[in-house]
C-alpha cells in the first residue's frame, strides 16, 4: 500500500513580532508548539527540513512511547504530531536559522529567506548522529555509509551489512535491516549493550544478525573496483581483521546542534544547560528534548519537555 | 479502491485552493512492463480532479516517442510539471510517500510563480547560460529526501537553463548502478558531479558551479 505524506503552505508573517519561535520540529517542539498555541500563543516553528518530525522520522519503530501497544512508525507519529499541532494553530515554516539574536525584549532569528522577530524563544534543535572520525566514513557517506537505516536500509537487499554501535539505535535498526539483508553484524566497541534488555534479547534471536563485541572499526575500504570492506580491530588484544560487507550503518550516539548558541547560552558537553523551567542562562530563551543537557533523549521525555515549558513560557509571556 | 483517503483529499483540496494559475501534469506511461504506471496514473486521477485548475495529459510512452523525446522522458512512469511554459520539472517513478509533498510544492509553485531562493543564487541563475541536469535519487521513505526534490525543482522553475528530475531508485536500479546511489538523497549533477544528502542552498549552487 502506498502512503502519501503533505506538505505544508505556511502564511506566516516576518514583519510581526511572534509570542514565541520555537526552533527545531522533533517531538519536543511540536509539542511546545500544540501546548502554545492551546494557550493562544502567536507561535511560528523554523524547521530546517521541510518535513518535520526530527529524528523520530529517520526512526523505523516507536515502541517505547506510551499509547501505542503496537509498535508505531517512527514517520506516522511524527506526522500525527506535526498534525494535531498544526489544528490548533501552529505555523510551521521550512527554514534554516543561521543566527540568532537572544538578548534584549524581541529577539531576532535568522534564516536565509527572513529575519523572523518574537518575544520568547524555544529552541528545541535536538541532536544528529555523531560520526566515527575513522578514515574512509566522510569519503563513502551516501555511498556505503549510512547513518539512517528508513532511509537506506532499502539499498541492501540480500547483501552484508555492519552496523556499528551498541545502543537502542544502533539495535533497533539492525532488526529493520536484518529484512534486506542477508547478514548483519553489530559491532560493538564493548562486551555488553547500551541497549534495553527486551531489545538485545531480539537481536540475539535474530539469526541473521551477528554479535561482533569488544571490537572497533579501524577504517573503512569501499573503493571502487576492489572488494568492499571494512577493517576491525579487537580492543582486547589489538589485532586486525578484514571483515567484507557491503555497506556500513553507524549509530553511536548524538552530538547536539548548538552551534548556533556557542558563546551565547551557557552550554556543557555542548548541550543547553537549563533549570527546572527550562530557561536558559539567557532570559525569554528556553530550551527543551535532546539538545537540553540532563535529557534522557526519549520521545517520551522530549514531549514531556515540551508540554511543560510551553506552560512556563506562557506564564512569562502573560 | 481510491488511493487517497478522503481525509488526505480534504488536505490536498485544501492545499490546492492556493492555485492561481493553471497547471498541467502530463504523464508518460504504458500499458505492460511499468511497475507503478497504474498506480501513478490512478494517483494523477485523483489528485486533478481536485481542483479546476489543475489538468492532466496521459501520453503512451511507445506511441508518442516524438513528444517524451521532446519533453527528455527516458523512463516511465514520468510526469511533468508544466505551467504556462515547461520548466523542466519532472517526477520519474510514482510520487508516493514523502515525494507526494514535493509534488504538490511543485504544483504550487508552477501555480503561483513563488520561490524561496536567495538573491545570491538568483543573482547566480540570472546569467547562467550552460544547461544544467539535476537528478535528485530518492526513495518514498526517505524525510530528508523532499528537500533536496524541492530545492532542485526550484533552481528549474527559476532558471531556463536548468531541469531536474526527482527518480524515485527502487523502481529504477539500473540508474542506482550507473550513478552508485547507495544512500539518498542523492544529487547529480551533468552525470557525473554528485552531492549526497539535504545540502543547503549555498552548497548546492557552489557544486553547480563547480561542475560548469
Given amino acids: 500500500m502506498l502512503d502519501f505524506d503533505l506538505g505544508f503552505i505556511s502564511s506566516a508573517n516576518a514583519d510581526k513580532v511572534y509570542d514565541l519561535i520555537i526552533i527545531g520540529g522533533g517531538p519536543a517542539g511540536l509539542t511546545a508548539g500544540l501546548y502554545a498555541s492551546r494557550y493562544k500563543l502567536d507561535t511560528l ?3 530546517r527540513a521541510p518535513i518535520s518530525g526530527g529524528q ?3 526512526t523505523q519503530w516507536v515502541e517505547n512511547y506510551p499509547g501505542f501497544p503496537e509498535p508505531v512508525l517512527g514517520q506516522k507519529l511524527a506526522r500525527d504530531m506535526e498534525a494535531q499541532a498544526k ?7 521550512s527554514e534554516a536559522v543561521t543566527e540568532v539574536r537572544l538578548e534584549g525584549q524581541v529577539k531576532e532569528i535568522q534564516t536565509d529567506y527572513n529575519t523572523w522577530k518574537a518575544r520568547a524563544v524555544l529552541i528545541a534543535t535536538g541532536a544528529s548522529p555523531r560520526r566515527l572520525g575513522i578514515p574512509g566514513e566522510a569519503e563513502f557517506s551516501g555511498n556505503g555509509v549510512s547513518y539512517c537505516a528508513t532511509c537506506d536500509g532499502p539499498f541492501y537487499p540480500d547483501k552484508v551489512v555492519a552496523v556499528v554501535g551498541g545502543g537502542n539505535s544502533a539495535l533497533e535498526e539492525s532488526l529493520f535491516i536484518a529484512k534486506y539483508a542477508r547478514q548483519v553484524y553489530i559491532i560493538h566497541r564493548r562486551d555488553s549493550f547500551n541497549a534495553d534488555p527486551i531489545i538485545v534479547e531480539r537481536v540475539k534471536a535474530e539469526p541473521r544478525i551477528e554479535l561482533i563485541t569488544n571490537t572497533v572499526v579501524d577504517r573503512i ?4 573496483g ?3 570492506r571494512i577493517v576491525l580491530r579487537g580492543v582486547t588484544d589489538n589485532a586486525q581483521r578484514d571483515l567484507p560487507v557491503d555497506g556500513v550503518f553507524i549509530f553511536v550516539g548524538q552530538i547536539p546542534n548548538t552551534k548556533l548558541f556557542e558563546g551565547k547560552l ?3 558537553g555542548g548541550y543547553i544547560v537549563t533549570d527546572h523551567a527550562y530557561r536558559t542562562s539567557s532570559e525569554g530563551v528556553w530550551a527543551v528534548g535532546d539538545v537540553r543537557a540532563a535529557s534522557l533523549r526519549q520521545v517520551a521525555t522530549a514531549v514531556g519537555d515540551g508540554a511543560a515549558a510551553a506552560h512556563y513560557i506562557h506564564k512569562y509571556l502573560m | 479502491m481510491p488511493m487517497l483517503d478522503d481525509k488526505v483529499i480534504a488536505e490536498v483540496k485544501k492545499i490546492l485552493a492556493n492555485m492561481r494559475d493553471p497547471v498541467t501534469l502530463r504523464m508518460y506511461s504504458q500499458e505492460f512492463e511499468c511497475g507503478y504506471c497504474k498506480e501513478t496514473h490512478n494517483l494523477l486521477e485523483e489528485l486533478t480532479s481536485a ?3 489543475l489538468k492532466l495529459e496521459v501520453l503512451s510512452f511507445e506511441k508518442h516517442e516524438e513528444e517524451a523525446k521532446q519533453d527528455q522522458v527516458d523512463k516511465i512512469p514520468a510526469i511533468a510539471v508544466i505551467g504556462a511554459k515547461d520548466h523542466g520539472i519532472r517526477f520519474f517513478g510514482v510520487p508516493a510517500g514523502y515525494e507526494f509533498s514535493s509534488l504538490l510544492n511543485s504544483i504550487l509553485m508552477v501555480s503561483t510563480g513563488v520561490v524561496k531562493l536567495t538573491s545570491d543564487t538568483k543573482a547566480f541563475l540570472d546569467y547562467l547560460k550552460q544547461p544544467v541536469h539535476l537528478q535528485v535519487f530518492v526513495t518514498p521513505t526517505c524525510p530528508y529526501c523532499p528537500g533536496a526534490v524541492m530545492l532542485a525543482h526550484q533552481l528549474a522553475f527559476y532558471s531556463d537553463s536548468i531541469r531536474a528530475d526527482m527518480v524515485e531508485i527502487s523502481e529504477f536500479p ?3 548502478n550507473k550513478y552508485s546511489v547507495q544512500g539518498v538523497p542523492r544529487t547529480v549533477i551533468n552525470e557525473k558531479w554528485f552531492l549526497d544528502g539535504a545540502a543547503p542552498e549555498a552548497q548546492l549552487v557552489e557544486k553547480i558551479k563547480e561542475a560548469l
Fill in chain 1, 56 to 58: 523520530l522520522t529517520s
Fill in chain 1, 266 to 268: 551557557t552550554l556543557e
Fill in chain 1, 221 to 224: 575500504e569501499f573503493s571502487e
Fill in chain 1, 226 to 228: 576492489l572488494e568492499r
Fill in chain 2, 174 to 176: 539500473h540508474l542506482a
Fill in chain 1, 87 to 93: 489544528l490548533f494553530g501552529l505555523q510551521i515554516v
Fill in chain 1, 45 to 47: 516553528m523554523l524547521e
Fill in chain 2, 51 to 53: 481542483n479546476k485548475l
